[in-house]
């Protein structure tokens, strides 16, 4: 079956890493903005999608709305031209975070998964779900790529056993972190946070502490910036990480979805380095002096790869 990868011009820096690695062409479709900020998708060249596989490499980041509908009419047109199989990556998903409303009803992730497939989706890749139960909100198959081996890999070409040790910035984050840190054999501790608003947490203390030359701080995504910071600001202040003292921390996330301010914080942070992963695209303005990105076409396409 002819086979090709579809993305985004703007967003394809990550799909051009996919394609390369299994071999395949790359198109790119035209999208159309309107006045009224609607958008259009028109697929370059028709002749191509007849019986094809197309993958579609897209992250729903922000803005999540125009992200996502550039999915769902994109890979319509690829239903439409005649794909006989569409295969979504969507790296980063938006709405992945709703699973679940604050009363305790099912959140607008149900929604989201029936529109993904309303769009014609056959099977949906996705990195490192926020949380994994949002698997069973969808009919088709979802391949969700758990990156600890490759970043255990990353870190171990920096560190050395009893060099490092990996922090959870909470609870949530500890199962990720460990399985990372067993791969590597070097420590790792979590912290405990409470929730106090939608969008607002407060680290309370931590698992143990940081008795290595440096730190890294991992979570899957980093928003507002605001947990992550709060973290390292502890391992300063409360565990004599600091550079004065010949110990470094950093901070590391799949996800940099960088809302608000979070650019400038990070940036004034603590934080020697911030290791992000290509999962979202990031504009100009949001890159800054101590940002560092991991480019994970490879593991991604090691996915795919079984699925062609």
């Not at 690829?78 to 709703?98: E, N, S």
């Not at 996705?126 to 949380?131: F, I, R, S």
């Not at 799949?254 to 004034?268: M, W």
Request: hydrophobic residues 45%; negative net charge.
């Amino acid at each position: 079956m002819k086979t090709f990868v579809v993305a985004q011009k703007e967003h394809n820096a990550l799909a051009k890493g996919v394609a390369q690695a299994l071999g395949l062409s790359l198109i790119e479709p035209q999208t159309v903005h309107f006045a009224d900020s609607e958008l259009r998708v028109l697929m370059p060249d028709l002749s191509v999608c007849a019986g094809a596989h197309a993958i579609v490499v897209h992250s729903t980041a922000p803005p999540v709305q125009e992200n996502m509908f550039w999915l769902f009419q994109t890979c319509h047109a690829l239903q439409q031209a005649g794909v006989k199989k569409i295969t979504a990556v969507v790296p980063y998903l938006g709405y992945a975070r709703q699973e679940k409303n604050p009363d305790g009803t099912v959140g607008a992730m149900q929604l989201i998964a029936r529109l993904i497939e309303a769009a014609g989706v056959d099977q949906l890749v996705t990195v490192a779900l926020h949380d994994p139960s949002i698997v069973s909100f969808f009919s088709i198959p979802v391949y969700d790529i758990t990156l600890a081996p490759f970043l255990a890999d990353f870190f171990s070409q920096h560190y050395k056993q009893g060099e490092v040790t990996l922090v959870a910035p909470d609870e949530g984050a500890a199962a990720f972190v460990d399985q990372i840190a067993e791969l590597m054999k070097v420590p790792s501790i979590y912290f405990e946070k409470e929730r106090y608003a939608v969008d607002k947490t407060r680290v309370l203390s931590s698992s143990g502490v940081c008795n290595t030359t440096d730190a890294v701080v991992i979570d899957d995504i980093i928003d507002t910036g605001s947990t992550i910071i709060d973290v390292g600001r502890l391992l300063f202040e409360k565990m004599g990480c600091s550079q004065e003292q010949g110990r470094t921390v950093y901070a590391c996330a799949i996800h940099p979805v960088f809302s608000a301010n979070a650019v400038d914080c990070l940036q004034e942070s603590m934080f020697a380095r911030v290791w992000v992963t290509n999962s979202i695209a990031l504009p100009k303005e949001k890159m800054f002096e101590k940002l560092q990105v991991i480019n994970i076409s490879s593991p991604i396409a090691q996915v795919v790869h079984q699925l062609l």
